[in-house]
């Protein structure tokens, strides 16, 4: 299969698998996290633009600009339906905030440097690849709100979102592992992606599946 195409299946699952999320948010089934889609929001976008400045294929770029555009609106939808969202009120999530705030001023200032020179055209690729890994360092610290929701309140979740977007990594994964190899940075970020959401999917899949059982987990709601 061409590799274009592979590029824009995964961008078409990356997109069904936010139109299902939306739908749920809107029928309420589905709380989003709105420190975690804030911080998707903005690290996602600004991936997209380090993922084409190092010189990844259109192949590459179509699923993080999907994903990059829906992360926005439910970040939206989400910072305005709760009151101060965007401040967690857990201290492990206020820490994990923090962190990804302070990692990204660190890749925009790098970013900052690139663009008016004052790193060197010698320096430039090594320090892309050092801001990519920076920002893959943060998948953690964004996803980590929603993985503590998730552990605690995994009803607030469905699984069926989080299913498509591990078979949209894991294609993207496939992808960037045939173009660019095993070893290239541009890898990290399917693949932590694919094993993320993956987790959450089992995760929040296996609770619901144990409150549907006679005598479910009380503490799976």
């Not at 439910?74 to 339906?81: E, I, M, N, T």
């Not at 929603?146 to 949209?168: D, G, K, M, N």
């Not at 993207?172 to 992606?193: H, K, M, R, S, W």
Request: hydrophobic share 55%; proline share 5%.
């Amino acid at each position: 299969m061409d590799i274009v195409i592979l590029g824009v299946v995964a961008g078409a699952l990356q997109a069904v698998g936010y139109l299902v999320y939306g739908f749920k948010v809107l029928r309420r089934d589905i709380l989003p996290n709105p420190a975690s889609w804030l911080m998707f929001a903005y690290g996602t976008t600004l991936l997209l633009v380090l993922e084409w400045d190092r010189g990844a294929s259109i192949a590459l770029l179509i699923l993080p600009l999907v994903c990059a555009l829906s992360s926005i609106v439910v970040a939206w939808y989400a910072l305005r339906k709760v009151r101060r969202a965007w401040w967690p009120e857990h201290i492990l999530e206020r820490i994990s905030f923090i962190l990804d705030v302070l990692l990204t001023v660190a890749y925009i200032s790098a970013w900052t440097l690139l663009a008016q020179g004052i790193i060197s055209e010698e320096m430039r690729g090594t320090t892309v690849i050092l801001i990519l890994l920076c920002w893959n360092v943060g998948i953690f610290t964004s996803f980590f709100p929603l993985l503590r929701q998730v552990y605690h309140h995994p009803a607030s979740e469905h699984f069926e979102p989080w299913v498509i977007w591990t078979c949209a990594y894991g294609i993207l994964t496939i992808l960037t592992f045939v173009q660019q190899g095993v070893l290239d940075e541009l890898i990290f970020y399917p693949a932590l992606n694919a094993a993320v959401h993956g987790f959450i999917a089992v995760r929040v899949g296996y609770a619901h599946w144990r409150r549907s059982q006679p005598g479910g987990w009380p503490h799976d709601r």
